[in-house]
Each structure stands twice: as structure tokens, then as C-alpha cells.
């Protein structure tokens, strides 16, 4: 059994998102900006490793603090905003998804070119494609799990609850996840290494 | 090889597979203690890591996109309180009312329920009261002259139409 606490799920050192959270029921728009700026590009980083897309990632990302603004005339929630937010943002992924009808990243613009080096920059592209690729490939709480620890940085703890599951099971998805992973992106990486075994 | 903490090689080898090689994702609890036991056996450390790093050095090479600027102001403009939030606001600063908004409106609510029920009532007292207040000197004043009504007959000074005899 693995233990931990949680990590912060903030970097900024501004007033904690209890008190935030407070402000903002108050109708204190300082309060309102300042968790919009803590955490939009993280809820925004978060929809698109699980939808693959990132015009459907900021949809997400806005529909999620949306959805917090009008939450504090009804039933705010209280401590962490950000647990809160990556809990709707998921839940509205999955229901954007299940509309569909289709995978997460299967169609979606690809990356601007910033980098310097035209084949470098197709490679890292290519290299993008393909783990975004893999990505939407996983099954969905295995894609989650590996979104929040890997890419989030949330503690086992705080991912565990995110997805409503013991720190165990977070641990066999992060496992399943990452040698689904392995065996998809052989191809691109031959470092990559055997797989232990196969699973979803 | 057991370590004093109770790490083993069996549960390194469980964290690595699932939290990759950058200690800093490993459950914070067994940090240290994994960390120990990797370092009695560099070689078999090595193998375990590089493994574990080059699928981490790819999964990292996929870089979420920045959030555009029309998002960015989009976010921006819906971020401002309700209404219900701005008048739980004014209550916070006009009387230093914390606690939620419904046990104040529920206080009223019930304050005003209150003035009805008691208002259904007082007016019927009120009339009551004031019929007392009006009709109580013609009422004494009746109630003299009957007497005195009563006391002359029984002197025959009245007759029974009470005029006098």
C-alpha cells in the first residue's frame, strides 16, 4: 500500500482558494480573477490532455469556470477550487466525448511551429502526434490518471480522489496507462523498452 | 533486500512502472525510502530509471498548448459575480452578515409570514376594542338609566311606558 500527502495543487503564492472561494461568494471580483488566473492554463493543459483538441480544451476550461461562477450563488465548493474545477472538467470531457461518439485526440489542429529547424520540428511534431495519438487511445480513466499525476502533478492522494478510487487502484491505472503507453509508442521510440505484459 | 522502512525492490519496482522515474511524482511517503533502496544497487538503479525516463521523456515532449487570446479574454469577461453573490456581498458589508444568504431571507420570510398571521388577528381585536372604547359611555349611560328606570318603577314614579304617572 502506498502512502502520501497531498501535494499543492497551486504554484502561486497568493491567498489559498479556501479564502478565495470566501471572497468570491461575496461578490468580490478580485477574488474571481485571481482563481481564473491560478488556474486557466492548468484546467485548459488538463481538458486537452483528454481531449486531444485545444479549441475543445479552452470550451472545457470555460465551460468549468463557468460553471464555478454560478456555483457561488447556490453551492460553492470550499477548500480546493482547483480539485473542483479538474472534477468538472473532466466530467464534461467525457460527456463531450460520449456525444460524439469517438475518442478523445482524434481529429484536432496540430501545434504551432515555434521551434527553429524545420526537421527537428517535424520530428518533435511527429513525436507530439504520436503520443497525443496514444493518448486517445487509452481507456478513459487510464488517460485521466495519467493526465493528472504525470502531466497535472497531483499527488497519488489528490488524484486518487480526483477520480473517486483508492490510491491502489489510481496506481494499476497509472501502470495499465503507462505500458499501453509503451507498446503504442515502440514504434517511435525503440529506448522505450519491452513491456512487462499487456492490459487495458 | 528489506530496508529498515519496509521498502523493498518488489515495491520499487511497483512505483516505478506507475509514477515513472522522476521521483518528484512518486507518493511522497515512500520518496525517500524508494530513493534508499535504488542507491544499494546503482546498476540495477540505472536499468530501472532509464527505462521509466525515456517513456517519461516522451510523454513530456507533448506540450499542451497556450490558452488563446480569445479565450483568454473570454474567461476574462464572464469572471464576475452574480447577482445573488453581489447581494450577499452587500449584506457582508452592510450588516457583517457571513453565514448563507437563506437564514436571513428565511429570518424575513418568517417575519412577514408572522405579520400576516397576526395582522389576520388584530383587526378583530382592534374592532372589538374600539366598539368598547365608543359604545362604553352609552353603554354606562344605558345601563344608569335602565336602572334608574328599574328603581322608579318599583317606586311607581314610571309607568310601564315610562313616562310618569
Known sequence: MSTGTPRSSVSDPGPPDADLLERARNGETVAYVHLLNRYRDRLAGYAYR???D?????????????RLWRSFSFNPPSGNAGAWLHRVARNLVIDRLRRRGRHAGAPGPDLPDDTPGAEEDAQRRDTQTRVRAAMAMLPERQR???ALVHYQHLSNIDAAAQLDISVEALESLLAR???????ALRAEREDLGPTEGSGS | MTERTGMTWTRVEEILPAYGADPARWPDAERAAAEAVLATDPARARTLLER???LDQTLDSWAAPAVSEKARASMATAATPGFISRVRGAFNAG???????????GAFACALLLGMVAGGAVPATAIDIAGFTDLDPAAEAYGETAELEDLLSDFDILDAEGDPS
Open chain 1, 54 to 66: 485545444a479549441a475543445e480544451a479552452e470550451d472545457v476550461a470555460q465551460e468549468s469556470f463557468t
Open chain 2, 52 to 54: 521509466e525516463r525515456s
Open chain 1, 177 to 183: 496507462g503507462r505500458r499501453n503507453l509503451r507498446d
Open chain 2, 95 to 105: 450588516i457583517g452578515w457571513r453565514g448563507p444568504l437563506w437564514q436571513p431571507a
Open chain 1, 50 to 52: 483528454l481531449t486531444g
Open chain 1, 144 to 146: 485521466a490518471a495519467i
